[in-house]
């Protein structure tokens, strides 16, 4: 393939903004030919059967059918894959699934220089003809492992969070997780030797990133990892506040709901 051929691509993004940022971003690429733009993970296999593109950039994070859903799509249906470049916000799944099963990735807020590295990447995979269905399809069985029906055995490693602390990106296991909690629509994590942010949206996709009997939403604000509480305090009103192991001994609520499910636990 040589520099004429034009690269016919798709973007996939829940969201209108980082898709204008990138379609603007692309034109500066005169091999990029952009035949389609998708707003989620339907709309994205849908246009990849329709257009058969060489390449496409997908939001990791989209409600319903997310980035990974849509590979596991095209795998399940036979269908050829395209070149993946997966955008998206820092995270513990950029880190480190991608370069284990080396599959590409930017990461957003987009940057010109990376995604110029992406698409040299990808146009020598092209001309190669290196098809990277099998890197994907492995990524997808490793991150997917829960999710991809009974025969694989469940991924032994320790699940393994990013946590954002001043400017460092820190990897944490999930067993170093003491509690988090969310505020104004940022989730802080203090775990044992860190404190910091996490890139979650929510509680319960940080909930199912661990995926793990071990952690409990004693109340809405909060997760935590029950093998880190270390007192359990009783309240006023029959209610309770957990102490927890961090060094501050951080005191949580549990709610009226939770209640219940605090006596199963310690059999109160």
């Given amino acids: 393939m040589n520099l004429d051929m034009p690269i016919n691509t798709l973007i996939v993004d829940d969201e209108k903004p980082a898709r204008d940022e990138l379609a603007f971003l692309l034109k500066a690429f005169p091999e990029i030919n952009i035949v389609g733009q998708g707003r989620n993970g339907v709309e994205a296999v849908a246009l990849i059967k329709e257009h058969a593109p060489d390449l496409v950039f997908l939001d990791v994070q989209m409600p319903g059918l997310d980035g990974f859903g849509v590979l596991k799509k095209l795998v399940e249906r036979k269908m050829k894959v395209p070149h993946v470049v997966f955008a998206t916000a820092f995270d513990q799944y950029?880190?480190?699934?991608?370069?284990?099963?080396?599959?590409?990735?930017?990461?957003?807020?987009?940057?010109?220089?990376?995604i110029s590295k992406a698409i040299a990447r990808a146009r020598r995979e092209i001309e190669?003809?290196?098809?990277?269905?099998?890197?994907?399809?492995?990524?997808?069985?490793?991150?997917?492992?829960?999710?991809?029906g009974a025969g694989k055995p469940a991924s032994t490693q320790p699940v393994k969070l990013l946590v954002k602390s001043q400017q460092r990106m820190l990897l944490v296991d999930a067993t170093d997780f003491i509690f988090a909690s969310i505020e104004d629509g940022l989730i802080s994590v203090t775990a044992k030797d860190c404190e910091g942010?996490?890139?979650?949206?929510?509680?319960?996709?940080?909930?199912?990133?661990?995926?793990?009997?071990?952690?409990?939403?004693?109340?809405?604000?909060?997760?935590?990892?029950?093998?880190?509480?270390?007192?359990?305090?009783?309240?006023f009103k029959?209610?309770?506040?957990?102490?927890?192991?961090?060094?501050?001994?951080?005191?949580?609520?549990?709610?009226?709901?939770q209640t219940k499910r605090l006596r199963e636990l310690f059999k109160l």
């Fill in 94 to 114: 950029a880190v480190q699934a991608f370069d284990v099963n080396a599959v590409d990735y930017v990461l957003k807020p987009f940057d010109k220089a990376r």
């Fill in 128 to 148: 190669a003809q290196d098809s990277p269905a099998d890197r994907l399809e492995q990524l997808v069985n490793q991150l997917g492992a829960g999710q991809l």
């Fill in 197 to 235: 942010t996490s890139n979650y949206r929510t509680l319960e996709e940080l909930n199912a990133a661990v995926d793990s009997d071990s952690f409990w939403r004693p109340h809405r604000s909060y997760l935590v990892n029950i093998h880190h509480i270390k007192e359990v305090v009783p309240w």
């Fill in 238 to 257: 029959s209610s309770y506040m957990l102490k927890m192991s961090d060094k501050k001994q951080t005191e949580i609520p549990v709610s009226r709901v």
